[in-house]
């Protein structure tokens, strides 16, 4: 789930990646290489850490893994439970009523 937040994309030389994919931009994180002996060359794992702003390519919106990568980042602080669709628990209270 990304955040309605954005944040500047990390200048960590050699560990982030954008890729696109369809109309949508992510920022990957490079955490390992792993070396793969019978085609000799390094296989890199990544993960994803959030999505490009389109209306400002220098900033991202974060994900649940930009905290895991980046503990110490200054993040605004998250919203209430108020602000959240109200259809989950109208639709999780139907269901569980019917039965």
Do not use: Q
């Not at 931009?25 to 702003?53: C, F, Q, T, W």
């Not at 209306?55 to 503990?71: A, G, H, K, R, V």
Request: aromatic share 14%.
């Amino acid at each position: 789930m990304y955040s309605d937040f954005s944040v500047e994309i990390p200048d960590t030389k050699g560990k982030i990646t954008i890729k696109k994919k369809g109309n949508a931009s992510y920022v990957l994180y490079e955490y390992a290489r792993i070396y793969n002996s019978d085609r000799h060359y390094n296989v890199p794992k990544r993960a994803i850490i959030g999505k490009v702003n389109p209306e400002d390519s220098s900033t991202m919106y974060p994900n649940e893994s930009y905290l895991e990568y980046y503990p110490d980042a200054a993040l605004p602080e998250e919203r209430s439970e108020a602000y959240r669709s109200c259809c989950l628990r109208i639709g999780s209270f139907i269901a569980i009523n019917k039965i």
